[in-house]
């Protein structure tokens, strides 16, 4: 390994679909308005793909594209593929195989991984390749996060917490070798906590049968019938296939973790908040946005949000914020730039880039 080898972000893209959905659109599925979405929420709107005609890999396609020729290279070119999503096209295999077929990625050789890291799923991709990359073992790796939230959502009033929050979406990264001074991915921190695993989940299906853990608390799936590991007709007569959420905890818990693990990755490249740039937390709810800018006293311009437009796209929030941010020239050449993330698991990360 090269001592002063370190990763870049070559090239970054990103896709939204084309169907806005506005929070008056969600009141002719659930009771819910314009005015309680916007005030807990900060959102506006959200997309939503075209059912049978887009998927998550191909949605990461179209922002991977994007990507692969804002760095120079072909789809050949790609050595390894990381895909973080919690709603990929199939059960398994995962999406890292579709989205290399998709791109037309004739390297046979390459590696194609799947994490599931939620809403740090990013974060947790850059820590991966920047370690792939800083062994000399890659030289191209093709980083997407996307999600397609509106094929699991509950829109009866019963899912309506969790429904107005997500949207879809994906964005991509290239992430290559850089020996240019002090340029490249400084840090990355990454942590971990299962105890309130089931607070921010989907649990079915799966292979847990109902009596593991703490899944009494969200209804059991059938226990007794065999062959009922995966989608029962008890899951779909008891509207057991979708995700759940304790907002509250997830908010009170957020609000810590962000702060804390910006301020360790600070700590462990002997930066200060001040030194900061621009920070991209991951697009969770504005106003948890908001508590952290607050508590690390951000001023406004060093924080990007565009929630209110896409809403929560878990694994995508932040390199669709961070390509936008980087097409509108938020995103300069020497500039500090961190991402923060923290989600389901629960898992909260965060990377500090140097650009
Ligand atoms: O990427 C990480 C993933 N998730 C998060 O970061 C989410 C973190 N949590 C949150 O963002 C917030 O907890 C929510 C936005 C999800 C909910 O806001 P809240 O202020 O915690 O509301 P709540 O769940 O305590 O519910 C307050 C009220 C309840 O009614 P009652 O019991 O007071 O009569 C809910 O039934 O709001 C009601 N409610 C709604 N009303 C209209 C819940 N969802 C809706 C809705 N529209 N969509």
Redesign the pocket.
């Known amino acids: 390994m090269t001592e002063c080898m370190r990763t870049k972000i070559a090239g970054i893209g990103h896709y939204v679909p084309e169907k806005v959905v506005s929070n008056h659109d969600l009141t002719q599925y ?4 314009d005015e ?2 916007r005030e ?2 900060g959102i506006e709107s959200r997309r939503y793909a075209e059912k049978h005609r887009e998927t998550t890999a191909s949605m990461g396609a179209k922002a991977a594209r994007i990507a692969l020729e804002r760095a120079g290279i072909t789809a050949e070119e790609v050595d390894f593929i990381i895909f973080a999503t919690l709603s990929p096209d199939y059960y398994f295999p995962g999406c890292g195989v579709l989205l290399q077929r998709e791109l037309g990625v004739t390297n046979k050789e390459a590696g194609a991984l799947d994490i599931r890291n ?2 740090s799923g990013f974060v947790y991709g850059i820590s991966i390749a920047d370690q792939f990359i800083k062994s000399g073992m890659y030289k191209n790796i093709l980083l997407v996060g996307s999600e397609m939230h509106s094929m699991g959502l509950d829109f009866s009033d019963e899912g ?6 997500f949207g879809d979406g994906a964005g991509a990264v290239v992430l290559q070798p850089t020996e240019q001074e002090g340029q490249g991915v400084l840090t990355t921190c990454l942590h971990s906590d299962g105890t309130h695993a089931e607070e ?1 989940a989907m649990i079915n299906p799966g292979s847990h049968s109902g009596y593991h853990l703490g899944t009494e608390k969200f209804g059991y799936p059938d226990v007794d019938v065999p062959g009922g590991t995966f989608v029962t007709q008890t899951m779909v007569d008891n509207n057991l296939l979708a995700p759940n ?1 304790t ?2 905890l ?2 009170k818990t ?1 609000v810590v973790k962000f702060p804390e693990v910006i301020q360790e990755a600070l700590h462990k490249t002997g930066l200060q908040v001040s030194d900061i740039d621009l920070l991209i937390p ?1 697009q ?2 504005l ?2 946005s908001q508590f952290v800018q607050k508590s690390l006293r951000l001023p406004d311009e060093k924080v990007f949000n565009n929630i209110q437009k896409y809403g ?1 796209t ?1 694994a995508a929030s932040i390199p669709i914020a961070l390509s936008e941010a980087w097409e509108a020239g938020l995103v300069k050449e020497g500039n500090l730039i961190c991402l923060a993330a ?3 698991g629960f898992t909260w990360g965060s990377a500090l880039i140097r650009w």
């Open positions: 659930m009771d819910t308005s309680w979405i807990r929420t939620q809403c309506r917490a969790v429904t107005v929050i921010l959420m907002g509250q997830v908010f957020a991951h969770a709810n106003r948890i929560n878990t923290f989600g389901s």
